[in-house]
DNA sequence: CGAACTTGCGCC
DNA sequence: AAAGGGCGCAAGTTCG
């Protein structure tokens, strides 16, 4: 069974249950509190539809209340607006409406922040509505989207497809609400270690104004700005040294007494900018760092996140995330995702066996390099970049000669790319248009380019597109492992230690669990990991293992 | 003055 | 001649 749930502005709701084909079976029903009403049908094992997870679901997880499905029609609107070409129109259910009406098309608001907690179809929403009644418009959409799933060239992965968007969608709830240990403490030493000790605000901590007056001073200009490109650009020049960046990959070829100070000094101020004390304040308390996630955020179905940048934590404080006492953290990453992926993807057996075996690049460089793993990695990955530089497209060539339906397909997808066209995902997310932006009725009209960049312009799109099939379809199996796990790890532990989910990473997940809980969750893990192989790419010899290890902290997984 | 863009780095 | 995908963030820089 469905039930349709509409928040009403005043903490009570709307709902209604709904046949499987989005039909309504009984009468609309009006709950004063919408967690009970929530709490009042989860037993029996709905899918809950509603407009946007993340409006109502950390609302109910305040309140105690889990949820074990749904259907996230905004979600779902993007995806099915994506399908048919057009990207970026608006997903609210009020535009979808509009579009099944023939109404004007209200455009989305701009992204929720954080201290804003705004209600779907409150007083600012009404009105796009034109009076009509949000359950019912809720009803209308919902149910028309699923004859669009049907319509699909391949319904049965689209259909997972949605449950897949949407359950991560509650997961990323639930890891917000949550959130991954972290010792604050621990963080602050480490810093101060790394750095020296915190200076009164604004002030630089005195390991980095040492380095950068030691590096200015090398450089002959004791005033030079260091976080300025352009200055330390000119300073270079007056010694004589052209650079063409001041990236650190073009420093480390300059033989000047400055490099070594400066290279230490980007490394440190980097982790002083952005996981700093501030970084601190702003994102860790009690004990958990809480990023807000947010599912879709990436055209490739990757999450993003709003402010924590919970997705690029720097392997040097990983120290301080710790479980509590008592409880460790199962760190579980799929290595060598995406090319095993493409293995799926392309049917190429061959490359599907290499990763059987464990390692896939020490296959493929037995297979084809001579046994040297490094050119192997480098030549797949520039297969799956469209890199042809240097070396890489001699080895891509060798490549394709052991591997020709691996390489073959992402060529494939390259040349769609370069000529205009669209490509999608193994469960049928589909890439963005080429053009900067559709804006609803017509294409974005681009001003007219130069041939030779619209040249490099298609290449780019090519690259992109080339990219995306296994990006994309790699974050189809990454958001069916995280479905199956959430739903299986509710079976273990006691009532009151359940292992927690705490955290997701593109193709990596920590669960936050009891000691004695750990083999089991390493067991669920497992075979999560191969129900999703096999509910995603049905019948494959491709295998997605996960390099699980049980930490006391983060760090030490690696 | 803030907005919008650029640079360079971190993660996958 | 060169040709590496996706992001977020913070500081610097430029623009209106």
Redesign the pocket.
């Known amino acids: 069974m469905r039930v349709a749930v509409v928040p009403t502005g005043e903490g009570g709701a709307w709902t209604r249950e709904l046949a499987e084909d989005g039909q309504p079976l009984g009468e609309p029903r009006l709950w004063t509190d919408l967690p009970v009403a929530v709490a009042a049908y989860e037993p029996s094992g709905p899918r809950w539809v509603w407009a946007h997870t993340m409006d109502i679901y950390p609302r109910l997880l305040a309140a105690g209340v889990r949820v074990e499905r749904c259907h996230d029609v905004e979600l779902t609107e993007t995806l099915l607006m994506g399908y048919v070409g057009r990207w970026g129109s608006p997903r609210s259910v009020a535009a979808a409406w509009a579009r099944l009406t023939g109404g004007p098309v209200p455009p989305d608001k701009a992204p929720r922040s954080r201290d804003t907690q705004p209600t779907l179809f409150d007083a600012e929403q009404a009105d796009p509505l034109g009076g009509a009644d949000p359950l019912e418009v809720l009803l209308a959409v919902h149910a028309d989207q699923l004859r669009r799933i049907g319509e699909t060239a391949l319904p049965g992965r689209f259909r997972l497809l949605v449950a897949a968007e949407s359950a991560g969608a509650l997961a990323a709830a639930e890891m917000g609400h949550v959130g991954l240990p972290w010792r604050a403490d621990v963080h602050s030493e480490l810093l101060t270690e790394m750095l020296g000790p915190r200076q009164a605000y604004g002030l630089p901590p005195r390991k980095l104004g040492e380095l950068s007056e030691r590096a200015a001073l090398a450089l002959g200009d004791r005033k030079l700005?260091l976080?300025?490109?352009?200055?330390?650009?000119k300073a270079f020049s007056r010694a004589g040294i052209r650079l063409s960046?001041?990236?650190?990959?073009?420093?480390k070829e300059v033989d000047h007494p400055a490099v070594p100070l400066l290279?230490e000094y980007?490394?440190l101020?980097?982790?002083?900018?952005?996981h700093g004390w501030?970084?601190l304040s702003?994102w860790v308390h009690d004990g958990r760092f809480r990023?807000e996630y947010?599912p879709g955020?990436?055209?490739?179905g990757?999450w993003?996140?709003?402010?924590?940048?919970?997705?690029?934590?720097?392997?040097?404080v990983r120290r301080a995330a710790i479980a509590d006492p008592g409880w460790v953290l199962v760190v579980a990453?799929a290595g060598q995702?995406e090319p095993r992926v493409l293995a799926a993807l392309s049917g190429d057996e061959k490359l599907a066996r290499a990763g059987a075996s464990g390692d896939l690049y020490r296959a493929l460089a037995d297979e084809a390099f001579g046994g040297d793993r490094p050119r192997a990695k480098i030549g797949m990955?520039?297969a799956?970049?469209?890199?042809?530089?240097?070396e890489?497209?001699v080895l891509v060539a060798a490549l394709r000669r052991k591997f020709p339906r691996a390489v073959d397909h992402v060529e494939k997808a390259a040349q769609i790319g370069e000529s205009g066209g669209l490509v999608r995902s193994w469960l049928g997310r589909t890439c963005p248009p080429a053009t900067s932006g559709w804006v609803e009725g017509g294409l974005d009209p681009e001003p007219v380019e130069e041939a030779?960049d619209s040249g490099?312009r298609n290449?780019?799109r090519g690259?992109?597109t080339?990219?995306?099939v296994v990006?994309a379809s790699a974050a189809d199996w990454a958001l069916a492992l995280l479905a199956t796990l959430r739903t299986a790890l509710t079976g273990i532990g006691v009532e009151g230690a359940r292992p927690e989910l705490v955290f997701f990473?593109?193709?990596?997940v920590i669960v936050h669990c009891r000691a004695e809980d750990a083999a089991e969750v390493t067991a669920v893990l497992e075979q999560a990991a191969e129900t999703a192989g096999r509910v995603v790419f049905g019948d494959t010899p491709a295998r997605f293992p996960l390099d699980i290890a049980a930490v006391e902290c983060y760090a030490d997984a690696?």
């Open positions: 700005h976080d300025s490109p352009a200055e330390v650009l960046s001041t990236r650190s990959w073009v420093l290279l980007k490394e101020y980097r982790i002083y900018t952005a501030a970084w702003a990023p947010v955020g990436v055209v490739s990757r993003a996140t709003r402010g924590g940048g919970a997705l690029q934590i720097h392997k040097r990453d995702l990955l520039a799956l970049y469209g890199q042809t530089s240097g890489a497209g030779s490099a290449r780019a690259r992109f080339r990219n995306f990006q990473q593109h193709d990596e690696k």
